[in-house]
């Protein structure tokens, strides 16, 4: 694929320009709110590779689900890249997941399936392939947040923290004969959250929880 060609197929691939590619995940973002859920814009780097090839660094955009104060099922995107002579569009992939909060605005983790299509970041052939793996990410939220004590938003933002490893496999296009390679990578990536509380689970405005003088009865807190 000449360099030209390639960089048409990269623009395309993220939406055809900054102003349609923001109108994108806006649109992705505004079912989610109000869903009740949050969502996410991630931008990672790190280093992938297979058994028959050496690594290559790596970085990727994605856009995903995000759960906030409860757990909650995930889908997502992400599209990858390594640099080899240039950065150059690698692969693209679906992932669906659950979100476990561990620890309510401090500790999230994410086990997801993605599938995909592309290639190996160490471009084991050329054409394009088919993918199936598992993912993994943990994020972490290190700046004061609404999802550390009962609050209400009708829109908050906050930055995580995300190491995110995978593993999967490749299969060739027909008529190759490589049959399967397997791929290891991980990232360390900045997840900008957005999320709001029009819709999520009830959990009482600042001051709710206080308790009701003694032998006040029938008064609500």
């Known amino acids: 694929m000449g360099g030209s060609r390639r960089r048409a197929w990269a623009r395309r691939a993220v939406g055809g320009g900054r102003g349609r590619g923001g109108a994108r995940f806006a649109g992705f973002c ?35 689900l995000n759960a906030g104060r409860e757990h909650r099922g995930i889908v997502g995107a992400r599209l ?36 995909g299509a592309g290639g190996p970041a160490n471009r084991l ?12 990410t943990a994020r972490l939220r290190p700046l004061p947040n609404s999802d550390r004590g009962p609050a209400f938003n009708v829109l908050y933002f906050t930055p995580e923290l995300v190491l995110a490893p995978r593993a999967g496999f490749w299969m060739a296009p027909e008529g190759q004969g490589r049959g399967f390679d397997v791929e290891y990578a991980g990232e360390l990536a900045l997840r900008l959250v957005f999320g709001s509380d029009l819709a999520g689970p009830p959990q009482g405005r600042p001051g709710n929880d206080r308790q009701a003088p003694e032998g006040a009865e029938g008064v609500r807190p």
Do not use: K, N
Request: aromatic letters at 8%.
């Open 30 to 64: 505004a079912p989610a709110l109000a869903l009740g859920s949050g969502c996410g814009l991630q931008i990672g780097a790190g280093v992938a590779a297979t058994a028959r090839g050496d690594a290559r660094a790596t970085t990727s955009v994605s856009a995903s």
């Open 125 to 136: 052939y050329s054409g394009t392939g088919a993918y199936g793996g598992l993912a993994g």
């Open 80 to 115: 990858t890249g390594a640099y080899d002579d240039g950065l150059a569009i690698r692969a693209g992939a679906l992932r669906g997941g659950y979100d476990f909060v561990v620890v309510p605005g401090w500790l999230t983790l994410e086990p997801a399936i993605e599938l």
